[in-house]
């Protein structure tokens, strides 16, 4: 593992645990840091997260984290010793939303065919 991909992980696991144990913002709702892509000179990381809850939970938690960013940002240079103070920007992520929408779907598919009609025989003609 390279010295980025050290720090990326470092910054992830101390922004959620930031997140979590220490910010009371009624606002941040049940929150998951997915991953943190670091600039190669380590001074800009974009945070992404995932929020579990409809779309004005989603607003709110966005709301909640982008006033506190500077009390995050300050808690993990403190925590991670690099020359720079990294500036963190906070992204939201989707990609669970759109994996649990496909699931669905083709849960529907199955539904709609039925467990006997199999694809691979559809092929006959």
């Known amino acids: ?6 720090v990326e992980e470092a910054i992830k696991k101390e922004v959620s645990l ?12 049940f929150i998951t840091v997915t991953r943190v892509e670091l600039t ?4 800009f990381a974009k945070v992404f997260y995932s929020v579990l ?12 984290l982008d006033s506190a960013l500077g009390f ?8 991670i010793n690099l020359r720079i103070a990294t500036e963190l920007m906070f992204k ?3 990609s669970t939303e759109y994996s649990v929408r496909i699931e669905e779907v ?4 199955k539904e709609t065919n039925g467990p006997e009609k ?5 092929k006959k003609i």
């Open 1 to 6: 593992m390279s010295r980025h991909e050290r």
């Open 92 to 94: 939201e992520d989707r």
């Open 18 to 29: 930031i997140i979590h144990d220490e910010l009371k913002d009624p606002r941040i709702g």
């Open 106 to 109: 083709l849960n529907q598919l």
């Open 40 to 43: 190669k000179d380590l001074r």
């Open 118 to 122: 199999d694809l691979r025989k559809r």
């Open 72 to 79: 995050i940002r300050s808690l993990v240079a403190q925590r």
């Open 53 to 64: 809850g409809k779309e004005e939970e989603h607003k709110k938690t966005q709301l909640a």
